[in-house]
């Protein structure tokens, strides 16, 4: 089964509940991370599989480390990945791995040839354990390096050009970076090759202070913005329907809420491909 | 401008211990200062790390309160972050930590209970186990049978405390209402944890059958658990002991 339409990302509060009401829901996205022990969490996810599309987005395998990837990781990624047969897989163009330490957030690359190697040899080796194909996500930033010398969607086109791989194009992503990085959000998305889009992520973003300017931080805490929505219609129309999914991990609501959300994408979906169709 | 490893050698040092010389320099300072700019990615991976060691020892959180366990978490995320991206996997030196922090000494006991929620998070996440068949050790002759090493499931701890850290857990449970006191001199507990049918399961063994299956569990031969089960009750009975280990799907394969 394949992702269409708007899924959801489904964290620990809701596992019962979908496995109890089965919920109609377009499809579901995991965090690869939480499925690598036994016991009752991977058994639930198994049977979830079989009324569900799923898609497992790995967080952990920390694809811009210079050290390379963590083999002990990449190997309980990919039994995780011949158990579940997710129908995509995904990870993002960021790092969080150094001398063996993890820790615990998608960081920032710099922009540049020697970073675009390093991220090329790991994505390959990747794809060549798991025999399948990645989707990399693009992050939200806080900051730049000066070193930086290629555009950030410019980087990820190489990417996929150089590995094969897909994109995931977090659009809450797109418009937090663009917020705090300076930058055209929808000039971001107009250079994205659109034919190697495989996937759309929306969120929410929180507004905080940094130094006494405004910074948007990606929590993943509320309801998808105005803006963002907007800049979801904008994606439609430059990569038409593209499998969607709502994330919420702190604060997280009730599933209801979740719910809605994804409904409200899903009619944006909707009425995009009504456009394509005529 | 530094290589990619230089970078994130710096950056971690930045994140971990203050020190941003390694990344500042390398970072555009526009409206936002780089110090500001590295807080925020500093910000997320402490309080982060720091609510995954609370939903893991969420009774040690309870005992200090979330300001204190906020401190402790921080200074352990610090001085210990995780070496993989499980986070159920992230913790198992938390006790051994606040047995040596200075500021937990006026509660002696609380390491032992973070040991004991550490038991739960194993049990909870630890790989699925074929249970050994009891055919399997039937057809093993006498000797052969003393001189084996048991695996037990890996979802298995045997903790041995000198606080009743069972009461002090049972206590701390949201519900519980109005909340027990806990004779903290009431003597010492004796636990087995594991995941029994998906769900963690806790209970207290007698010293005898604690003795051997710790010593089982520490990778001793059948001989030398019996031994200290002996010393700890001279009634301890073997064939028992071996029927309740099969018949309780404890001995893995």
Same mark, same amino acid.
């Given at each position: ?23 109609? #829901? ?8 939480? =499925? ?45 990945? $011949? ?5 995509? #897989? ?22 540049? !040839? ?22 990399? $996500?693009?992050?939200?930033? =806080? ?41 055209? /959000? ?28 405004? #910074? ?43 719910? /809605? $959300? ?8 909707? !009425? ?7 | ?9 710096? @950056? ?27 807080? &925020?990615?500093?910000?997320? &991976? ?10 893991? @020892?969420? &009774? ?10 906020? *401190? ?11 070496? +993989?991206?499980?986070? @159920? ?79 002090? *857990?049972?206590?701390?449970?949201? +519900? ?13 507990? *004796? ?18 059958? @604690? ?14 658990? &019996?031994? +200290? ?25």
């Amino acid at each position: 089964m394949h992702p269409a339409g708007c899924g959801i990302g489904l964290r620990a509060p809701h596992v019962a509940e979908v496995v109890a009401t089965r919920p109609g #829901i377009a499809w579901l996205e995991v965090h690869a991370e939480n =499925y690598m022990g036994g016991g009752l969490a991977v058994r639930s996810l198994e049977r979830l599989c079989a009324d569900y599309p799923l898609s497992v987005h790995g967080v952990g395998l920390s694809l811009g480390s210079a050290e390379g990837l963590d083999a002990a990781h990449l190997e309980r990624l990919a039994r995780l990945v $011949e158990r579940l047969q997710p129908a995509l #897989i995904s990870e993002h163009l960021s790092w969080s791995v150094t001398g063996g330490t993890y820790l615990n957030h998608l960081l920032p690359l710099p922009y540049t !040839e020697e970073a675009l190697d390093v991220v090329c040899r790991n994505v390959t080796r990747a794809q060549e354990r798991l025999g399948r194909r990645l989707l990399v $996500e693009n992050p939200s930033g =806080y900051l730049r390096f000066r070193h930086s010398t290629i555009p950030e969607v410019e980087f990820l086109n190489a990417l996929a050009r150089h590995t094969g791989c897909g994109l995931l194009c977090d659009v809450n992503n797109v418009y937090v970076t663009c917020a705090n990085l300076g930058g055209d /959000a929808a000039a971001w998305l107009d250079a994205l090759a659109p034919a190697t889009v495989g996937e759309l992520h929306l969120a929410g973003h929180a507004v905080n202070d940094a130094d006494g300017r405004t #910074i948007l931080i990606d929590d993943h805490g509320s309801p998808v913005a105005d803006a963002v929505w907007r800049l979801f219609e904008h994606a439609l129309g430059r990569f038409g329907t593209t499998p969607t999914l709502i994330e919420w991990d702190t604060d997280v609501p009730q599933l209801a809420v979740l719910l /809605a $959300e994804a409904a409200k994408a899903g009619a944006r979906l909707d !009425e995009a491909s009504d456009v394509v169709a005529a | 401008m530094s290589s990619l490893r230089e970078l994130q050698a710096g @950056f971690r040092a930045a994140l971990l211990a203050g020190d941003e010389r390694g990344v500042a320099p390398d970072v555009v300072d526009d409206g936002v200062n780089a110090s500001a700019r590295l807080a &925020v990615y500093r910000h997320h &991976v402490l309080t982060s790390l720091t609510a995954a060691l609370e939903a893991t @020892f969420p &009774v040690v959180c309870r005992l200090v309160d979330r300001r204190f366990f906020g *401190w402790l978490a921080d200074s352990y995320v610090r001085a210990h972050p995780p070496a +993989g991206p499980c986070l @159920f996997e992230y913790g198992a030196d938390l006790p051994e930590f606040i047995a040596a922090f200075p500021a937990c000494a006026p509660l002696p006991w609380l390491a032992d209970v973070a040991r004991l929620e550490w038991a739960m998070n194993v049990a909870l996440h630890a790989p699925d186990a074929v249970p050994l068949e009891p055919e399997a050790l039937r057809t093993l002759p006498p000797a052969t049978l003393a001189r084996l090493t048991l695996h037990l499931d890996p979802s298995v701890t045997l903790l041995a405390s000198r606080w009743p850290v069972d009461a002090i *857990w049972d206590a701390n449970q949201a +519900g519980v209402d109005p909340a027990p006191t806990v004779d903290l001199d009431a003597g010492g507990a *004796w636990l087995e944890i594991r995941r029994r049918d998906g769900d963690v399961v806790r209970r207290a063994l007698p010293r005898a059958v @604690f003795a051997f299956r710790a010593a089982l569990a520490e990778g001793r031969a059948l001989e030398d658990a &019996v031994e +200290g089960a002996l010393d700890a009750d001279p009634a301890f009975d073997l064939a028992g002991e071996i029927r309740a280990l099969l018949d309780e799907r404890l001995l893995g394969c």
